[in-house]
């Protein structure tokens, strides 16, 4: 594992407050030499279960957005690619699953689904006359699937009407097909985040980077009950202020 300043600093954020917060519970119990030793092993095991749990989690999140971001390159290529391409692509995978694909109605027909698949991969979607059309292109006793990256609630109702014979197939499926088969487009595209406004948004108090404000302030108020005469109110609030620090540092939000 790579070690980094942000994760020294984690690290050190984990002692400090577990080391404070065991603390204030475990000086009301045991002698004051003895609770400093007993508060610095516990925050020490604190410290190592917190260390893995973040680790795990960064882990997890690296790699979903590495996932995301491969998906909206991959939707960007095959909205971008024209049919004869997207056609070639997708009917390589159905040969991968054992399918045997005809030139019947629709971009390819599936005899043992009875159905014609139709890519509509563009930038626009599908639009309500696109389903009428690929509908009265079949037969009755055949159905006909339709390849897109998203489908409005609109259409999906629009499909609804069609009595299951129209199947809509988002880009998720059609991205979890291509990988199966490494059969995604090799192709980078850069995709380009639209500039967001600031706006005022209460939810930034639950931003992660806010953490070692509630520490310090948890802190404070537990320096405070050794000199003030109401040690309750100081101690309740400083416990309080550590354990919030805490909650934010894990599940905090990343502010963008």
Known sequence: MKITLASVFDTLFYFVAGFFLFF???NFYIMRPASYVLSATLAVIFTLFCVKLSVSKKQKKFSS???EKLFNAVMTKLNLSDDKTVLSLFSKAFREEGLLLEKKCGDVFIPDKNTAVFF???FD???KTDIVK???SIHKSEKAEIYS????E???????RFGGKVILTDGRAAFSLLEKHNLLPKEDVEILDNEKKPTLDFSRLLDKKRAKNYLVFGLLFVFLSYIAPIKGYYV???ATFLIFALILRFFGKTAA
Do not use: M, P, W
Request: hydrophobic share 50%; charged share 15%.
């Open 24 to 26: 204030v519970f475990v």
């Open 154 to 160: 609109e259409i999906k109702n629009f499909a609804a």
């Open 149 to 152: 990256e998203t489908f409005s």
């Open 236 to 238: 309740a609030f400083g």
């Open 125 to 127: 979607g599908v639009s």
């Open 120 to 122: 509509r991969f563009n």
């Open 134 to 136: 690929c509908f009265n």
């Open 65 to 67: 957005l590495a996932q």
